[in-house]
């Protein structure tokens, strides 16, 4: 069971560095309550981790040959970078911390599939891309349609409202069906777990994190890049679910984190890109880049120190 305790550890890091995706704009906006987020993101993600988990962990277990020593040293080098970028208060990726520390260990015991992983960093590259496609599009067209419907001032936030709890809920599904492969899927390649088992570990973990820790990220990602009001919230939210869950499809386990900050930055180009913050967006940026640097650098770290 100890080789356990990492996994649970960054399943919990990634749930509080993660619950910002799916309901930090909302929150920002004060057309959900905090608590009302993390519950309901916390119900979605188990959910959506059980029943479409296995499409992403499957791939991220093929990396790279671990056992299980390995693979409690990976969760736990990927586990202390997301712990280290929640208390920053940065939106980084949780895949990019896993896949750092599993590739880092496959160049060490010569098991490390280059075909996979180039494919997973040309889907870093896609994913904020992506997002911020989908919101420029979704901001012309949702916004030609429900404008009639959003001209009463009370009939307008009634309708935001409910239509972000919806959303929320579909990007807390989307993010347990992707984001699960991060915590466990290390534990399917390395023969300790079955996909199923994994998939429900991986997200009780994730729920965790959510439910206890994860305020401060999400008030960066709702406040700090740029302002929102209750639509363009409504639409990052949704290009948010929408680019992940695609990325499940195709069975690559993505960074929910990049998709919402690459919705918001879309927004900010289509409707005032004096607005956006510069200075956030670099550190956002960078914390990308180093996610992965780090954490496979703490990894053969604990290797030496450890293995």
């Given amino acids: 069971m100890w ?69 409690f040293i990976c969760t736990l080098a990927a586990g202390a970078v997301m712990f280290a970028m929640s208390r920053l208060g940065l939106p980084s990726s949780s895949s990019q911390a896993i896949v750092g520390a599993v590739f880092a260990a496959g160049l060490a015991n010569g098991s490390a599939d280059l075909s996979i992983f180039s494919k997973m960093v040309l889907c870093w590259i896609l994913t904020p891309i992506g997002a911020a496609l989908i919101s420029v599009i979704l901001y ?27 959303a929320g809920c ?3 599904y989307a993010l347990g069906t992707n984001n699960v492969a991060n915590v ?7 023969g300790q777990m079955s996909a199923g088992t994994a998939s429900l570990f ?38 948010q679910a929408v680019t992940t869950h695609i990325f499940t499809q195709i069975g690559v386990p993505v960074s929910g984190s990049q998709a919402i900050v690459g919705a918001v930055i879309g927004i900010g180009l289509v409707k005032n890109l ?34």
Avoid at 140 to 166: D, E, M, N, Y
């Fill in 3 to 71: 080789q356990y305790i990492s996994g649970a550890f960054l399943g919990w890091s990634l749930g509080s560095n993660d619950a910002a995706n799916v309901f930090g704009t909302g929150v920002a906006t004060n057309l959900v309550r905090y608590r009302t987020a993390v519950i309901l993101i916390a119900v979605f993600v188990i959910l959506g981790a059980v029943l479409e988990g296995p499409k992403c962990i499957l791939t991220l277990g093929g990396l790279s040959r671990v056992g299980s020593r390995l693979a």
């Fill in 140 to 166: 012309h067209v949702l916004g030609r349609i429900a404008r009639p419907l959003l001209a009463h001032p009370v009939q307008r936030t009634r309708i935001l409202k409910s239509a972000i709890l919806a």
């Fill in 170 to 172: 579909y990007g807390s």
């Fill in 184 to 190: 466990s899927g290390i534990y399917v390649g390395s």
């Fill in 202 to 239: 991986g997200g009780i973990c994730i729920a965790a994190g959510v439910l206890t820790y994860g305020r401060r990220v999400m008030m960066t990602v709702g406040k700090d890049i740029f302002p929102l009001d209750a639509f363009t919230a409504l639409i990052a939210v949704i290009s």
């Fill in 274 to 307: 004096s607005a956006l913050s510069g200075r956030k967006v670099t550190e956002i940026l960078l914390g990308w880049v180093m996610t992965p640097v780090v954490s496979a650098a703490v990894c053969a770290g604990l290797m030496r120190l450890i293995g």
